[in-house]
């Protein structure tokens, strides 16, 4: 008999989860046995983010495959997923730079309609992770820094870059919650000294990857979000801002002429 509801919801909310009830629900919904059901009990009160407890994160209507030492999507980015594809309904060719898991490479593929999909990321760990979650959607994951890791023969043709790059200041890191700052790899957290490295490398060298009129999607923070499109404009893309307050999400999103 697995473990009481109730029971499950106690330890929970003893270890200072807030949503206890719901983490409790989807626990027992994931494991398939009593004994899993503790242990992943166990696991999450030790302070495992509660996504690498079950092995999986919803996003965007997925399921997405996610694993210790992997950076989790967030809720928020959805809002770059939306954005993507109300620009581009068309697109034939899909890549997810910083991939992480991929939730963002797969969300877009299952909204547009199977385009080619290509991934990319630096952390041996998230290719992994990436290649079950694209696999669904015959896409391809490539392991690198930035554009170096893509194949030569996408110059030029990408109609949707979205490029999930960490954009937390060096300094502040270490605020971040401990499931983030604990479990989840530096390289997917640290923007550099005022979260933006990235950002610039990345708008810096899009113009060169993107099809004419394609577009390149990033998530910064609101403080960020001027000098992002700053960086944009630099790269000679037209760029614009896109908010959603409800989901705390800053969209950055550059076209190319």
């Given at each position: 008999?697995?473990?009481?509801?109730?029971?499950?919801?106690?330890?929970?909310?003893?270890?200072?989860?807030?949503?206890?009830?719901?983490?409790?629900?989807?626990?027992?919904?994931?494991?398939?046995?009593?004994?899993?059901?503790?242990?992943?009990?166990?696991?999450?009160?030790?302070?495992?983010?509660?996504?690498?407890?079950?092995?999986?994160?919803?996003?965007?209507?997925?399921?997405?495959?996610?694993?210790?030492?992997?950076?989790?999507?967030?809720?928020?980015?959805?809002?770059?997923?939306?954005?993507?594809?109300?620009?581009?309904?068309?697109?034939?060719?899909?890549?997810?730079?910083?991939?992480?898991?991929?939730?963002?490479?797969?969300?877009?593929?299952?909204?547009?309609?199977?385009?080619?999909?290509?991934?990319?990321?630096i952390d041996?760990?998230?290719?992994r992770c990436?290649?079950?979650?694209?696999?669904?959607?015959?896409?391809?994951?490539?392991?690198?820094?930035?554009?170096?890791?893509?194949?030569?023969?996408?110059?030029?043709?990408?109609?949707?870059?979205?490029?999930?790059?960490?954009?937390?200041?060096?300094?502040?890191?270490?605020?971040?919650?401990?499931?983030?700052?604990?479990?989840?790899?530096?390289?997917?957290?640290?923007?550099?000294?005022?979260?933006?490295?990235?950002?610039?490398?990345?708008?810096?060298?899009?113009?060169?990857?993107?099809?004419?009129?394609?577009?390149?999607?990033?998530?910064?923070?609101?403080?960020?979000?001027?000098?992002?499109?700053?960086?944009?404009?630099?790269?000679?893309?037209?760029?614009?801002?896109?908010?959603?307050?409800?989901?705390?999400?800053?969209?950055?999103?550059?076209?190319?002429?």
């Amino acid at each position: 008999m697995p473990p009481l509801a109730d029971s499950v919801v106690a330890a929970l909310r003893s270890a200072g989860c807030v949503f206890a009830e719901d983490e409790a629900e989807l626990i027992l919904s994931t494991a398939r046995t009593p004994d899993e059901a503790t242990a992943m009990v166990d696991r999450r009160v030790a302070g495992l983010p509660l996504e690498h407890v079950l092995g999986w994160a919803g996003f965007h209507g997925l399921r997405i495959s996610v694993e210790p030492g992997v950076f989790v999507p967030r809720r928020r980015t959805e809002y770059l997923v939306d954005q993507a594809v109300a620009l581009a309904r068309g697109a034939s060719v899909v890549v997810d730079l910083c991939c992480g898991s991929g939730a963002v490479g797969a969300a877009l593929a299952a909204a547009l309609g199977g385009p080619e999909l290509h991934a990319a990321d630096i952390d041996p760990a998230a290719v992994r992770c990436a290649r079950r979650n694209v696999a669904p959607f015959a896409g391809h994951v490539h392991e690198g820094d930035l554009f170096a890791a893509l194949p030569d023969t996408l110059r030029g043709r990408v109609d949707v870059l979205a490029a999930n790059v960490p954009y937390v200041p060096t300094e502040e890191v270490g605020l971040l919650p401990s499931e983030a700052r604990d479990h989840e790899p530096l390289v997917a957290l640290d923007g550099g000294d005022d979260g933006l490295d990235l950002v610039r490398r990345v708008a810096a060298e899009a113009p060169q990857w993107l099809a004419p009129g394609g577009c390149l999607l990033v998530e910064t923070s609101e403080r960020q979000a001027p000098l992002a499109v700053e960086a944009f404009a630099r790269g000679g893309l037209l760029a614009r801002l896109a908010v959603s307050e409800e989901m705390y999400a800053n969209v950055v999103i550059g076209v190319r002429p």
